[in-house]
């Protein structure tokens, strides 16, 4: 039994301590919108916050968690996450929508450390995270939009 | 339900009727229709009535428009520019449209290749006369349903923002009122279509609808299912091309935790666990032998060679005006130069999955495809059921690229389902995805050209070598396209004889795209194509040949206007005569770029045309130089012509996302074959696009009242040779293959 929170909620798991998180989220807990695509930490789909910070789920073990607080874009919430989402919005940043958890997470956690990132910063925080469609032009406008919101 | 046809034999065919005294039954069916759809009507589900004028829209009495999409939502916006269409005629309030992807149905064929498939950048140029029909006439039925209810002549009312409108009383029915008012309305059969000034949805930047689920993890893909008792499956694919399994020992596999079952099909090894998890991991326990394969002495690098000695002797002519012959070979100026464009992968993020429900008489298929009815086909020859026993749900899908026309994986799903009696789930893992892809078709393409005393060509000479993505696909599309009617056994004859016939006599047409008809006013051109197939599996790939083919004409052009002295615009400019839509394009792009004047220090530019389909496109790209030989993309500038502009922030969209996969395939990645595998496996090794490497593009487009043309692909082909021109701009070296890597101008 490996114990861990997810989305504010505890849970008791009978699964592998060696699977990955990702797939726990996905198919053990139902939380979809975390999404496969690599499998080796190199795209960042699969990104959710561990104990606040953006860690890659496929690479990362339900032992490894046990304890702490993960979080997934089910799960995201507060300031930054409703400027974020509202800003994704405005700017239609999604395509085909696969990669977007991902940016969406990593952005949050962009913002919490950076207020207003320039678009050095933002391209430096966001380059993990692959977006085969290139709604990079929009990624970018849709954080200044939400870094400029957050904070007035 | 009683229904009687209306009319009959004209270009629509309109059923009217009752359903159990509620409303109206009426469809617009396109010719040759009448598989599944049913004449429409009014139903009600939960107390909502719905009112469904036509194939296309589904009008209830809470006032929501759904617009049924016959077309797969990849990314390209498709859910959202079909709706405007269609509420744009009907005078719909937009805050209450809706949107669900139809079933395979006969009526939701696209008719560029009659079959459901989401190919081509055909969806919005073959929807726009259907969907506006089908909007005006639904609105005419909703105006004289309101005119009847209030005994007044329908030319006093008119239908706005979701209502109709008795002008000179103002008295007004929501469209959701009006739902239970229809029954008995005749349906007009000429409706008037309005004229672009008077568009009020079509041509403004319309959100798209399906951003607010894509950004709370609520978006259902394909690898999203999950049913009741559902199993997940991991193929193991033969590692060989075309490889087949001798023998396989499954002890070890078969004793790890969750596994439910191993089984052979036709693509491989399925280890089949409650997750996906513990059949990704117990696959790894399989010992598999496979039989020995003559296609694993295939190799890439030594395709390219032998296409390189083929491309010394003609090719079959697949486009020709003039005559070239009269200039080569003479004493006149020539200029020649071969070009190779490697394979390449699609790298959809999503990877291939499919889950597959096959039960005693019917069959279930959820799938993020491109190609509903191949989906139907492939599981109707599984299971010996009836198109009508299979019902295919299109999910979103994580990325196409055209990928998913072909539908292995839909075939895996049924297979295995079809065998344990249970839901199945197969994913493919990235590296399986990345292996077993339909990559891009590489070719060589020898360019000749000889010039005339003003230093413009007077004949073109394109040979392009290697395999045609027709050749291997069209046989697969055969029994998809087929009307609905012809019985089993002569499909699968036809089938068989397309599938031994069409490589022989289909390739060489398709594999000139972007070769020829050229823009440029050349007197003498041809375009020849030299077949060698060597079985490596192609398919479909954002643009397909036009990548490679625009990639070879639009540098090599840009070698002429060097070899002339002259500035690569001024050049084109001279030989556009006979394109005047082309040139104003070509200008546009120009001015926004800044063209003549001076770029910033240490910037370069580099320019390219593009007609695809019916879109012209131009694009200028800034390039820089920076230690190591490492080269930056900063700025794009596209100028399109796409006809009348359904949604301005999708055209940009595209375009951004052209650039950004044409950059992948400029200037990262490429797929190579050795020993009948492809080398690459993840994202590692077939790295795409970052963020920090994106340049920022500008989107342009020439206003035009023409119909739509198309979008998805159009700026794919011409995002490298701007590059490419670029590049040359910055170092003097012409790079004439792909990616264009640093060790390629490390000379400088």
Redesign the interface.
């Known amino acids: 039994m490996v114990k861990i929170r997810v989305n504010g909620i505890n849970y008791q798991l009978d699964v592998?301590p060696d699977?990955?998180l990702l797939?726990v989220l996905?198919?053990?807990l139902?939380?979809?919108?975390?999404?496969?695509?690599?499998?080796?930490s190199?795209?960042g789909?699969c990104t959710v916050h561990i104990d606040g910070e953006a860690e890659l789920s496929c690479g990362i073990s339900l032992g490894e968690v046990a304890g702490k607080d993960v979080v997934?874009?089910?799960g995201l919430k507060g300031r930054i996450a409703d400027a974020?989402?509202q800003a994704?919005?405005?700017e239609?940043?999604?395509?085909?929508?696969?990669?977007?958890?991902g940016q969406?997470m990593t952005a949050a956690t962009l913002l919490k450390h950076n207020s207003d990132p320039s678009d050095d910063a933002?391209?430096?925080a966001?380059?993990?995270?692959?977006?085969?469609?290139?709604?990079?032009?929009?990624?970018?406008q849709a954080i200044h939009l939400a870094a400029g919101r957050k904070v007035s | 339900m009683k229904e009687k046809p209306l009319v009959q034999g004209r270009r629509d065919f309109i059923k009217i009727g009752t359903l159990a005294g509620t409303g109206l039954l009426v469809g617009v069916h396109l010719p040759n229709c009448s598989r599944h759809v049913e004449a429409s009507h009014v139903s009600s589900e939960n107390g909502v009535n719905m009112l469904a004028p036509n194939a296309w829209i589904r009008i209830r009495s809470d006032d929501t428009v759904t617009v049924m999409v016959n077309h797969s939502e990849l990314g390209q916006g498709i859910t959202t520019a079909l709706p405007m269409i269609v509420a744009e005629e009907l005078e719909a309030d937009w805050s209450k449209i809706k949107v669900e992807i139809a079933p395979v149905e006969e009526v939701y064929k696209n008719p560029a290749f009659n079959t459901q498939m989401t190919a081509s950048s055909t969806s919005v140029y073959t929807s726009w006369d259907i969907l506006r029909k089908a909007g005006a006439m639904a609105r005419e039925t909703l105006i004289s349903a309101a005119a009847r209810a209030w005994k007044v002549p329908p030319s006093e009312c008119y239908a706005q923002n979701g209502a109709v409108i008795h002008k000179p009383s103002q008295r007004s029915f929501r469209f959701g009122e009006l739902v239970d008012k229809t029954a008995g309305i005749p349906v007009p059969e000429d409706v008037y279509l309005k004229k672009p000034e008077e568009f009020k949805i079509i041509g403004k930047r319309i959100p798209r609808l399906d951003t607010k689920i894509k950004t709370d993890g609520s978006a259902k893909f394909g690898i999203d299912i999950k049913l009741p008792e559902m199993l997940v499956a991991v193929v193991v694919h033969p590692p060989v091309f075309g490889g087949k399994v001798k023998s396989v020992d499954s002890q070890n596999t078969r004793k790890m935790k969750g596994i439910r079952d191993v089984v052979a099909i036709d693509a491989g090894i399925a280890v089949v666990a409650d997750t996906f998890w513990q059949a990704r991991l117990a696959s790894d326990a399989l010992q598999i032998e496979w039989e020995e394969n003559e296609n694993s002495k295939l190799n890439s690098d030594a395709l390219f060679e032998r296409w390189d000695e083929m491309a010394k002797s003609e090719g079959k002519t697949q486009y020709e005006i003039g005559d070239v012959d009269d200039f080569f070979g003479t004493d006149g100026k020539t200029h020649q130069a071969m070009y190779r464009i490697p394979y390449q992968g699609h790298a959809t993020p999503e990877p291939m999955n499919c889950t597959a429900h096959v039960r005693d008489k019917d069959c279930e298929i959820w799938a993020p495809t491109q190609h509903q009815d191949a989906a139907q086909e492939v599981a109707a020859r599984i299971t010996g059921f009836d198109y009508e026993a299979i019902k295919v749900h299109t999910t979103f899908v994580g990325g196409g690229f055209g990928r998913r026309i072909s539908v292995e994986y839909v075939v895996e799903a049924v297979q295995i389902s079809k065998i344990l009696k249970k839901p199945i789930k197969v994913i493919w893992t990235r590296e399986e995805d990345t292996r077993n892809d339909r990559i891009r078709p590489a070719t060589c393409n020898f360019m000749e050209a000889a010039i005339d005393s003003n230093g413009l060509p007077v004949a073109w000479r394109h040979r392009i070598v290697g395999a045609d993505v027709f050749g291997q696909m069209l046989p697969k599309l055969i029994p998809s396209i087929m009307p609905y009617w012809v019985p089993r056994f002569l499909r699968n004859g036809l089938s068989g004889i397309g599938e031994s016939l069409l490589p022989r006599v289909v390739p060489g047409k398709k594999a000139i795209k972007g070769a020829a008809p050229l823009q440029y006013n050349i007197a003498n051109v041809r375009a020849e194509f030299i077949n060698d197939d060597p079985g490596i599996p192609i398919g479909y790939w954002r643009s397909v040949s036009a990548f490679s083919n625009a990639f070879a004409v639009e540098c090599f052009l840009d070698e002429l206007a060097a070899e002339s002295g002259e500035d690569p615009f001024d050049y084109r400019d001279r030989l556009l005569t006979n394109s005047p839509r082309m040139r104003e394009v070509m200008k546009l792009a120009a001015d926004k770029a800044g063209w003549k004047e001076k770029p910033p220090a240490g910037v370069h530019r580099g320019l390219a045309i593009h007609r695809f389909h019916d879109t012209d496109l131009c694009f200028v790209a800034e390039v820089s130089i920076h230690s190591r030989h490492e080269i930056r993309v900063h700025r794009v500038v596209c100028a399109v012509n796409c006809g009348i502009v359904i949604n301005p922030k999708t055209i940009e969209s595209q375009m951004e996302s052209a650039v950004a996969f044409g950059l992948t395939s400029t200037l990262k990645s490429a797929i190579t074959i050795r020993d009948g595998k492809i080398e690459q496996s993840n994202f590692d090794d077939y790295p795409i696009l970052r963020i920090d490497e994106m340049p920022k593009v500008e989107v342009y487009t020439v206003q035009d009242t023409r119909s739509p043309t198309s979008i998805g692909e159009a700026g794919v082909p011409v995002i490298a040779p701007a590059v490419a021109n670029a590049v040359f701009a910055a170092t003097g070296i012409r790079v004439r293959k792909l990616p264009i890597l640093p060790d390629d101008i490390k000379n400088t």
């Open positions: 592998d699977t990955p797939w996905t198919e053990q139902g939380l979809t919108g975390t999404k496969y695509s690599c499998g080796i190199e795209c789909s997934t874009i089910e974020l989402r994704w919005i405005e239609d940043v999604p395509q085909c929508g696969y990669c977007q958890s969406i933002i391209d430096g966001m380059s993990d995270v692959l977006c085969r469609c290139g709604s990079y032009q929009g990624i970018r």
